[in-house]
T-cell receptor
């Protein structure tokens, strides 16, 4: 089955700096890669996603890149703000018939004012 | 759009009793819903995939007789934890999938078994 690894597990940045979270996946047939933000005690919220036919996608301060050959994808947050502090999960949707999603282990991002 | 509700938001039950958790897609129809379990400071662990009108697909290691899943309509899936024990205490989250793979999560249910 699919295996998703995520690094780092924790990340502290100064407000205004950039943050980068990296994930690798094992199933070359995976074709959809979402990123979720989860604040303490709340539901995961989809913040950006990318499909296998695209190499990069940007939405304001958030961007995601995908390298299919290397099977890794990254989340980039620029001009970080304290409200960006949360746990971020990457995920990969495999080729299974029921579109099973495998999540990474999560990155706790702390933005220091 | 793409709102998913979950009820109850928290529940405390005694060991040996059963608890039912509901997951509803409020503004879209979802043929596929997922049930996850999340331990403190951990990632989401997929328990099962719920398909409307058919049996759920359980992940390896998840007891189907203990975690009963019913997906009776395109907007409702239920998870029943049967004969709950303290080790079943956890945060249970459902999600509903749109046809383009996007998953939208419910707010979660905090289950405490005493």
């Amino acid at each position: 089955g699919e295996n998703v690894e995520q690094h780092p597990s924790t990340l502290s940045v100064q407000e205004g700096d950039s943050a980068v979270i990296k994930c690798t996946y094992s199933d070359s047939a995976s074709n959809y890669f979402p990123w979720y933000k989860q604040e303490l005690g709340k539901r995961p919220q989809l913040i950006i996603d990318i499909r296998s036919n695209v190499g990069e996608k940007k939405d304001q301060r958030i961007a995601v890149t995908l390298n299919k050959t290397a099977k890794h994808f990254s989340l980039h947050i620029t001009e970080t703000q304290p409200e960006d502090s949360a746990v971020y999960f990457c995920a990969a949707t495999g080729s299974g018939g029921y579109q099973k999603v495998t999540f990474g282990t999560g990155t706790k991002l702390q933005v220091i004012p | 759009g793409a709102v998913v509700s979950q009820h109850p938001s928290w529940v405390i039950c005694k060991s040996g009793t059963s608890v039912k958790i509901e997951c509803r897609s409020l503004d879209f129809q979802a043929t596929t819903m997922f049930w996850y379990r999340q331990f403190p400071k951990k990632s989401l662990m997929l328990m099962a995939t719920s398909n409307e009108g058919s049996k759920a697909t359980y992940e390896q290691g998840v007891e189907k007789d203990k975690f009963l899943i019913n997906h009776a309509s395109l907007t409702l899936s239920t998870l029943t934890v049967t004969s709950a024990h303290p080790e079943d205490s956890s945060f249970y989250i459902c999600s509903a999938m749109l046809q383009t793979y996007e998953q939208y999560f419910g707010p979660g249910t905090r289950l405490t078994v005493t």
